[in-house]
């Protein structure tokens, strides 16, 4: 008897609950204040670059997260350390705590731009992107390079990225000519960096 007077009494508190709990199957909304949104954007507040999120791994920044928006297998060939693999079509779902800093990050800037704006509408307040996704940290981290002519702020930003570069396991490269800076990722594949 007392085994139905549990199961009844549960069954009860759980039919009282019910109408407020959300569905499983009904899709999450949000609200986006554009205004709002735009003025990061203008400010530049949506986004990182690849040697201020390194420096933030190497810190090891609390709460920090960084999710890889790419195919697994893309992700499985490489990523950014400490990233987790989260596809685009379950950045919606993905638990993150409102103290947590959310990097994105893709192929290139597209989709996590995108998915920066969705995080956003559900009202998830510490995201960036970075900015030119896995390219940028290819070619910013990995492969830094200092031009031939190099200005004195270049110097000085070379000589940061190349301290996390080292850090990272990438290849500094001095004395580029400026023709070959900006090289495509695929290009850098090709040359096995």
Not at 44 to 53: K, P, Q, R, S, W
Not at 82 to 93: F, G, K, L, R
Not at 121 to 143: I, M
Request: charged share 30%; proline share 5%.
């Amino acid at each position: 008897m007392t085994s139905r007077r549990t199961f009844a009494f549960t069954a009860l508190a759980l039919g009282a609950a019910a109408p407020f709990a959300r569905s499983p199957f009904r899709s999450r909304s949000g609200t986006v204040d554009v205004e709002a949104l735009a003025r990061e954007v203008e400010r530049g507040t949506d986004h990182v670059d690849a040697i201020e999120l390194a420096a933030w791994i190497k810190d090891r920044k609390p709460k920090l997260r960084v999710f890889d928006l790419r195919t697994k297998e893309q992700f499985d060939e490489e990523h950014i350390p400490t990233a987790e693999h989260v596809p685009m079509d379950e950045i919606a779902s993905a638990r993150i705590a409102g103290d947590e800093t959310v990097v994105l990050y893709g192929e290139g800037g597209a989709h996590a731009g995108q998915a920066w704006v969705f995080l956003r509408a559900l009202g998830h307040e510490r995201v960036v992107f970075l900015r030119s996704g896995a390219y940028e940290w290819v070619e910013q981290l990995l492969n830094p390079a200092l031009p031939l002519d190099a200005t004195d702020s270049e110097r000085e930003a070379f000589a940061k990225a190349s301290e996390l570069s080292h850090y990272f396991g990438g290849t500094p490269r001095r004395d580029v000519p400026r023709s070959q800076l900006g090289t495509t990722l695929r290009e850098l594949k090709r040359r096995g960096c």
